[in-house]
């Protein structure tokens, strides 16, 4: 399977502690990207990193790429309740015309 | 303004009866794309249509027949549903070719056969 992992699967978090998950996939790529999904609700794009980039910045995002480990980890700074929500990886595998979504993290931050 | 919608919302069913999504982008995307997300949350793609052409079929029953009749328009229809294909199906788009654009959502159409 081209499927992403991450871990953890479950993070609960106080607010304004930071968040920190992981994406590990297995095959080669032209960029990963990041989602969010609160309950009941569609995706969200959070970030795009690209093949060629090893750090990327979004307000209180950061997210990393290691394509020789083949990982990614995103950082959700000083979180609030509202960052409570699922969160996946989705890779640009090389050679296939779609994205491949990890299996999440269900992040819970607790006021 | 909606930027990607689906209808409907909820959909309940028996098993053996057929049944459509519809999904409308006012984003001027050129590519559109149908997901499945299972119970356990796992997200797969099922088709992508790039101006109205099928570029992925992703090993879907052909029960399951994407209909695009412009490129703001992606419905799915699907013939004689079974328990398995309970799930959440969502419509997406994006500017181009998805690896290396952002894709935008919809809401989601909640499918229970029973």
């Known amino acids: 399977s081209q499927q992403g992992e991450e871990d953890p699967q479950a993070l609960s978090i106080q607010e304004g502690e930071n968040a920190t998950m992981n994406c590990s996939y297995k095959?080669?790529?032209?960029?990963l990207q990041w989602y969010r999904q609160n309950s009941g609700r569609g995706l969200v794009h959070l970030i795009l990193?690209?093949?060629?980039?090893r750090e990327k910045h979004s307000g209180r995002l950061r997210v990393t790429l290691d394509t020789s480990k083949k990982s990614s980890s995103l950082l959700i700074t000083a979180s609030r309740a509202a960052d409570t929500a699922s969160y996946f990886c989705?890779?640009?595998?090389?050679?296939?015309?779609?994205?491949?979504f990890g299996t999440g993290t269900r992040l819970l931050v607790s006021p | 303004d909606t930027a990607v919608s689906q209808t409907p919302k909820y959909l309940v069913t028996q098993m053996g009866n057929d049944k459509s999504i519809k999904c409308e982008q006012n984003?001027?995307?050129?590519?559109m794309y149908w997901y499945k997300q299972d119970s356990k949350k796992f997200l797969k793609i099922m088709f992508s249509?790039?101006?109205?052409?099928?570029?992925i079929n992703e090993t879907v029953p052909n029960r399951f027949s994407p209909k695009s009749p412009d490129k703001a328009h992606l419905n799915l229809h699907i013939n004689s549903l079974e328990l398995g294909d309970s799930a959440v199906y969502f419509c997406?788009?994006?500017?181009?070719?998805?690896?290396?654009?952002?894709?935008?959502f919809g809401p989601g159409t909640r499918l229970t056969v029973t």
């Open positions: 997406a788009s994006s500017q181009a070719w998805a690896g290396g654009y952002e894709q935008y």
């Open positions: 095959t080669s790529i032209n960029n």
């Open positions: 990193i690209r093949s060629n980039e």
């Open positions: 989705a890779t640009d595998v090389l050679g296939f015309q779609k994205l491949v």
């Open positions: 984003l001027g995307h050129d590519t």
């Open positions: 249509y790039n101006n109205k052409e099928l570029i």
